[in-house]
């Protein structure tokens, strides 16, 4: 399988995560420099016409994009170790938390919304960061109220060994902290986040650890 990666993509860092934990190395990488526009190049257009990272480029010919069913598709086929529960309702509750972060607020805070807002609309960069720091708070408050009380939290989302909620959870820490935010409201975000930061897993697909990183 090819990965196209970027060091920086919180999506394609939920990725690099779901391969570690699952001990699958890509048989190569490509770097979509999303700052200097490679997603727009015709070729990698026609690979993804969303123009978007991750994606997963497999040996029979087929792509995969999006990075929630991406990791899906490696939980299916490499079932161990599983990132998501096989109870219904546990199953349920990931996918929920997970979905949380990847539909509420990851795609109001990535590069191209950024980008419109200053290039498009003109809006300043103080502006921009408030836009920024606004739907953080918004949506770490309510999963800091959802895990702070919920009995199936643990020492990771959903009970002690990482999901995919948790998948999800660390790499939008990881921008709020590059972005500045004051995340001592979120102290149950914090006590996972640092749990699952301290397993190789999490530590190996790091921005900061990656060929591309700046």
């Excluded at 040996?59 to 529960?85: F, R």
């Excluded at 990931?94 to 990535?110: D, K, Q």
């Excluded at 009995?151 to 060994?161: L, V, Y």
């Excluded at 590059?178 to 190996?204: G, V």
Aim: charged share 25%; net charge neutral.
């Amino acid at each position: 399988m090819k990965l196209y990666d970027y060091f920086r993509s919180s999506a394609a860092y939920r990725v690099r995560i779901a391969l570690e934990l699952k001990g699958i190395r890509a048989d190569e990488r490509s770097f979509v420099h999303l700052r200097m526009g490679n997603q727009r190049a015709q070729d990698y257009l026609a690979l993804n016409p969303q123009g978007l990272v991750p994606a997963l480029a497999l040996d029979d010919g087929s792509v995969l994009t999006q990075s929630l069913a991406i990791i899906e598709y490696l939980d299916e086929t490499y079932p161990q170790p599983a990132l998501l529960p096989a109870d219904p309702v546990a199953r349920a509750r990931v996918r929920s938390l997970a979905l949380s972060i990847a539909c509420e607020i990851h795609p109001l805070n990535n590069l191209r919304v950024l980008n419109y807002l200053v290039g498009t609309l003109g809006v300043s960069n103080e502006q921009k960061d408030g836009w920024y720091r606004y739907w953080i708070d918004v949506g770490f408050e309510a999963l800091e109220k959802r895990l702070a009380r919920e009995r199936e939290t643990g020492r990771c989302c959903h009970g002690d060994t990482p999901t995919l909620a948790d998948i999800c959870l660390v790499p939008q820490v990881a921008n709020a902290r590059r972005f500045a935010i004051d995340l001592s409201p979120y102290p149950t975000l914090m006590r996972i986040d640092a749990a699952c930061c301290a397993l190789p897993a999490f530590a190996q697909a790091a921005p900061a650890r990656q060929p591309d990183a700046e």
